[in-house]
């Protein structure tokens, strides 16, 4: 084995789904072994990280008996309350540990060897600061075709084109109505009625039950063929397999998360975001996916019809500088 298959790589993994996923996509686009540490906060995480620094301050007991040498040759890690703890590691490490943290930091920002934002983010340049066209995220070519042969036959009965729709819902700053959510299931199903298709349709914790009933009775009374995930269901999530197999892909605007990775998948990308919905950063990620047509506004006028893309992977960025931290010489 050479030295470059011995690095240790540790991925800092907290309490967000969103900051994990975007961690792990790295790691595995490095492609190279690594080790999840799962980190636990306490009320102090919510203080500001200049006074966090570079600390294990907001850390809870049990992640710090995980954050033992030896110390990595890389971390990797996403979100605000990861990045003194990533500082931290490289304290310990004597400046060994290469640390690359996804999203800004929010202070120290010198202490980080590489900082992958957002482009429409708009941080700063810094010399350590890479600009990524949207959040990285775990969707590959080979999951999509792994998943394709898992969902294929639960959607056997179902005509093409499919139209999968991918509804999140309110944030703390945006709100979801229904006169939204009747707005978009309508356009869906005249889409798939219009071809005789097909609707995928999946829900989050975020759509609200008054709107998931809202599209659970417009689907039943429509009189086209559908598939309904709801989020609350123990049936095995579809959201993968929507991505594989959907012909076109209707996502709402509110999650940056949902935007990059369907722009990852082969079907053609329509972004719902009408206003109040996306908030004015959400926005900038929009029409940046846009520019580099991986997606399409879906306005009033829109025609619902596949179109090919090309395939999102910031992930990829960001470990190809991962890949030169750790490749380069020591000093």
Not at 214 to 230: E, F, N, T
């Amino acid at each position: 084995m050479s030295e470059q298959d011995t690095h240790l790589i540790w991925v800092l993994a907290d309490d967000r789904a969103g900051n994990i996923n975007q961690a792990i996509g790295v790691a595995e686009a490095l492609g190279k072994p690594f080790k999840r540490v799962d980190i636990g906060y306490t009320k102090l995480a919510r203080l500001p990280n200049l006074i966090r620094g570079a600390s294990l301050i907001g850390v809870d007991d049990a992640s710090r008996s995980r954050l033992i040498a030896p110390w990595p040759d890389l971390v990797i890690a996403a979100g605000r309350r990861t990045a003194p703890i990533a500082r931290w590691i490289k304290k310990q490490s004597r400046g060994h540990t290469c640390i690359c943290q996804i999203m800004r930091p929010d202070s120290g920002e010198s202490d980080f060897d590489l900082i992958a934002v957002p482009a429409h983010d708009q941080m700063p340049a810094r010399d350590n600061v890479l600009q990524i066209p949207g959040a990285p995220h775990r969707v590959t070519e080979t999951r999509l075709l792994i998943e394709a042969d898992n969902w294929r036959a639960h959607f056997k009965g179902l005509p093409g084109p499919k139209f999968a729709l991918i509804i999140g819902g309110s944030s703390k700053k945006t709100t979801f109505t229904a006169t939204m959510a009747d707005s978009l299931i309508t356009r869906a199903i005249d889409a798939a009625r219009a071809v005789d298709g097909s609707l995928l349709v999946t829900t989050s914790r975020r759509t609200g039950r008054e709107n998931e009933e809202l599209i659970a009775k417009r689907l039943a009374d429509a009189g086209v063929s559908y598939h309904l995930h709801d989020w609350m269901s123990d049936a095995e999530n579809p959201y993968f397999g929507y991505l594989a197999l959907a012909d076109v892909l209707i996502v709402t605007g509110d999650s940056v998360s949902m935007c990059c990775e369907a722009a990852a998948a082969p079907g053609g990308v329509y972004i719902y975001a009408p206003e109040g919905l996306a908030s004015t950063r959400h926005r900038r990620l929009h029409q940046a996916l846009y520019d580099g047509h991986y997606a399409k506004p879906l306005l009033d006028t829109t025609e619902l019809v596949p179109f090919e893309h090309p395939s999102l992977h910031p992930a990829r960025m960001v470990a190809a500088r991962c890949m030169e931290l750790l490749n380069a010489p020591v000093s």
